[in-house]
């Protein structure tokens, strides 16, 4: 949160000009999409900014509204991609009898199941339950949201009642940054969304795991960002009815048009305010340190992969390269579970130029220094995914340009059959490597924030 009151996120009411977070960049064209200038940056800023927060907050209606204080409530925005609710019953008794792991499951509940003491809005809710899909919205839980009779939490109607404001989540993929990383930055974005509740940044607020597997993540230390409490799961209530005072069912990682997996993101702009506070939270709360440096040397990180397909063949000899340029300092590192996460978030924090072949380590770029770059050996045939990343971050990306300077182990034997460039090895022409990595440490070495940074740490140490 900012303490200078006198700036304001972006979706505030009467925020705007040099009081907001941050101002959408797009210093390239636009390329057709839009008829101006002014167009390009409101475009951006509404599909990966804190623009798409205020949307959300401008598309907020009740689907569940109360007469009085101790009523129900509920609302939601448009495709019910975000709702929120208060003095919530959901019923679990029937996870009782239900063997069977669950996970991105539509029939959870069943109609009944969730419910309030409100006046429902059935037409309007139903309406706005078009997106039915386990990652797309919360329209597979909320179709079946009911007035019931009387105040459950008054009338003793719940077997359990949950005080804190609980964050309930339907989460992609653990094992793959990329994409546990899109639950974590539509977290933070839902957190903004929620801003009017007075817990809208506190870590004491539980989450809800809407599965029966038990989370186990390299990235787990990623939560401690977000709460001081362990994670629950569906095993954590089978059989009860429990009750939220507070509840939050926060926006969702596959939304069509959403942020991060599936933004279309406008031409020529760059740099979210939205993306670099999440960057700058994560940082933060995670005490990820930043250290001072008594030179300008540029540091260099290469991301060399322990798995049977990307492996760079001649990484060894591409590093020895670099590291003859006494103006470098590089280092090679595996990104895997012997290194904790916290730690690999500190290497990435302090390097100015990452370097990796396609694959979900390079999601690290959300969290290199604004000056930073970000070298994509080969996109593998993937050409949008880690440059649309950098770009909505804001820091630079390169990739390779000349596919005659490099060496394809074998044309790629995808599982499902067929040849696909991301299921082999290659190897990388040294000259060309070099200088791509040249062209991106001019980029670090010239940043103004760079230069700022090095004579500040400068100044420090003297």
């Given at each position: 949160?900012?303490?200078?009151?006198?700036?304001?996120?972006?979706?505030?009411?009467?925020?705007?000009?040099?009081?907001?977070?941050?101002?959408?960049?797009?210093?390239?064209?636009?390329?057709?999409?839009?008829?101006?200038?002014?167009?390009?940056?409101?475009?951006?800023?509404?599909?990966?900014?804190?623009?798409?927060?205020?949307?959300?907050?401008k598309e907020m209606m009740v689907m569940c509204e109360p007469l009085f204080p101790d009523d129900s409530s509920v609302e939601c925005s448009e495709h019910l991609r975000f709702c929120r609710g208060r003095n919530i019953m959901i019923n679990f008794t029937d996870l009782a009898s239900r063997n069977e792991p669950l996970r991105y499951k539509m029939d959870v509940l069943k109609d009944?199941?969730?419910?309030?003491?409100?006046?429902?809005?059935?037409?309007?809710?139903?309406?706005?339950?078009?997106?039915?899909?386990?990652?797309?919205?919360?329209?597979?839980?909320?179709?079946?949201?009911?007035?019931?009779?009387?105040?459950?939490?008054?009338?003793?109607?719940?077997?359990?009642?949950?005080?804190?404001?609980?964050?309930?989540?339907?989460?992609?993929?653990?094992?793959?940054?990329?994409?546990?990383?899109?639950?974590?930055?539509?977290?933070?974005?839902?957190?903004?969304?929620?801003?009017?509740?007075?817990?809208?940044?506190?870590?004491?607020v539980h989450f809800l795991i809407w599965e029966t597997y038990t989370y186990n993540s390299a990235f787990g230390e990623t939560w401690q960002a977000f709460t001081d409490h362990a994670l629950w799961d569906l095993k954590t209530f089978r059989g009860e009815t429990v009750c939220f005072k507070n509840v939050v069912f926060p926006l969702l990682p596959r939304m069509i048009f959403g942020l991060y997996y599936n933004t279309p993101i406008i031409w020529g702009c760059e740099r979210s305010g939205l993306f670099h506070a999440f960057s700058k939270h994560v940082l933060h709360r995670l005490n990820i340190p930043l250290h001072t440096r008594n030179n300008s040397k540029i540091h260099i990180t290469f991301l060399s992969r322990d798995t049977k397909y990307r492996r760079v063949l001649n990484e060894d000899d591409?590093?020895?390269?670099?590291?003859?340029?006494?103006?470098?300092?590089?280092?090679?590192?595996?990104?895997?579970?012997?290194?904790?996460?916290?730690?690999?978030?500190?290497?990435?924090?302090?390097?100015?130029?990452?370097?990796?072949?396609?694959?979900?380590?390079?999601?690290?770029?959300?969290?290199?220094?604004?000056?930073?770059?970000?070298?994509?050996?080969?996109?593998?045939?993937?050409?949008?995914c880690y440059l649309d990343l950098a770009r909505i971050r804001g820091v630079r990306?390169?990739?390779?340009?000349?596919?005659?300077?490099?060496?394809?182990?074998d044309e790629g034997h995808h599982p499902d059959g067929g040849s696909h460039a991301k299921f082999t090895n290659y190897s990388f022409d040294i000259a060309e490597f070099i200088r791509i990595v040249n062209k991106a440490a001019m980029h670090v070495k010239n940043h103004a924030e760079f230069r700022k940074f090095i004579n500040d740490t400068a100044h420090d140490e003297l």
């Open positions: 949160m900012h303490l200078n009151k006198n700036v304001c996120w972006g979706y505030e009411q009467q925020c705007t000009g040099k009081k907001q977070y941050s101002m959408p960049s797009c210093p390239g064209d636009h390329k057709g999409w839009v008829k101006s200038k002014y167009d390009q940056q409101s475009t951006f800023y509404t599909q990966a900014d804190f623009g798409f927060v205020k949307q959300q907050l009944g199941q969730i419910g309030g003491y409100c006046e429902l809005h059935k037409e309007r809710l139903l309406e706005h339950a078009d997106h039915i899909s386990p990652l797309q919205s919360w329209g597979p839980e909320m179709r079946y949201l009911t007035r019931l009779e009387r105040r459950p939490i008054v009338e003793g109607d719940c077997d359990v009642v949950i005080e804190k404001p609980t964050y309930i989540m339907k989460i992609d993929a653990t094992v793959n940054m990329y994409h546990h990383f899109c639950d974590f930055l539509n977290l933070y974005a839902s957190l903004h969304v929620n801003s009017t509740h007075s817990s809208t940044f506190s870590t004491d591409l590093i020895n390269a670099l590291k003859r340029n006494e103006n470098y300092e590089v280092q090679k590192i595996v990104y895997n579970r012997q290194l904790s996460f916290k730690k690999q978030l500190e290497i990435t924090r302090n390097t100015d130029v990452l370097i990796g072949i396609h694959g979900a380590g390079l999601t690290h770029l959300l969290f290199l220094p604004d000056w930073a770059a970000v070298f994509e050996l080969y996109n593998c045939e993937d050409e949008n990306y390169s990739t390779w340009e000349d596919p005659s300077k490099l060496v394809q182990e």
